[in-house]
């Protein structure tokens, strides 16, 4: 079974930089998985942030960016907000069409 | 702006049949551009990818879920559907729709109990 792994939590000042990260089990993430990207806050439906590794939808502020990094996806935030608390989810697509998640960070701003 | 809204009973009884129903407004589902499916959460945990479709017809299930998943489309009310059987406790959960990759709905939660 396929597994994608993302950091449980990570924690960041407010105004820092922070790399959110996302592995698979397969081996190094391409370009080929799609990764996506998502944000969610306690209560509330998640919200995509990124597709097609580093592509913003038009909702996504500018701080936030994809990339691939050390054969995983990952996820950066600069000039991190008070705001930007929330877990956070990646989306790897395996053959181009069969989506796993990851488990999810929970990124905490102190 | 589109949206994608899920409706459907909020509980099921363990055995039976989960069934929901997503609408789509504000575009089509004939579009070419995107897929269309579900993803769940069970309260307290991540998200789990239960299928998707595109609009020429094909569509994929996650391999855990495959032998009792199916995802229908109703082109002409702007439709589609989950049905999910055999259910247990452990597909408690709240129940998304989406186009991806850009919309989700606001979720429907699914409680499995006799």
């Known amino acids: 079974q396929t597994v994608v792994t993302q950091e449980p939590s990570l924690t960041v000042s407010p105004g820092g930089t922070v790399t959110l990260t996302c592995a698979s089990s397969?081996?190094?993430?391409?370009?080929?998985?799609?990764p996506n990207w998502f944000q969610q806050k306690p209560g509330q439906a998640p919200r995509a942030l990124i597709y097609?590794?580093?592509i913003r939808h038009s909702w996504t502020p500018a701080r936030f960016s994809g990339s691939l990094l050390g054969g995983k996806a990952a996820l950066t935030l600069s000039g991190v907000q008070p705001e930007d608390e929330a877990e956070y989810y990646c989306l790897l697509y395996y053959g181009g069409s069969q989506g796993v998640f990851g488990g999810g960070t929970k990124l905490t701003v102190l | 702006q589109l949206q994608v809204q899920e409706s459907g009973p909020g509980l099921v009884k363990p055995s039976e049949t989960l069934s929901l129903t997503c609408t789509v407004s504000g575009g089509f589902i004939s579009t070419s551009t995107y897929y269309w499916g579900w993803i769940r959460q069970p309260p307290g945990k991540g998200l789990e990818w239960i299928g998707f479709?595109?609009?020429?017809?094909?569509?994929n299930y996650s391999p855990s879920l495959k032998s009792r998943v199916t995802i229908s489309v109703d082109r002409s009310k702007s439709q589609f559907s989950l049905r999910l059987s055999s259910v247990t406790a452990a597909d408690t959960a709240i129940y998304y729709c989406?186009?991806?990759?850009?919309?989700w709905g606001q979720g429907t939660l699914v409680t499995v109990s006799s």
């Open positions: 479709f595109y609009y020429s017809g094909s569509t």
């Open positions: 397969t081996g190094a993430v391409t370009s080929d998985y799609y």
């Open positions: 097609s590794t580093s």
């Open positions: 989406a186009r991806a990759p850009d919309q």
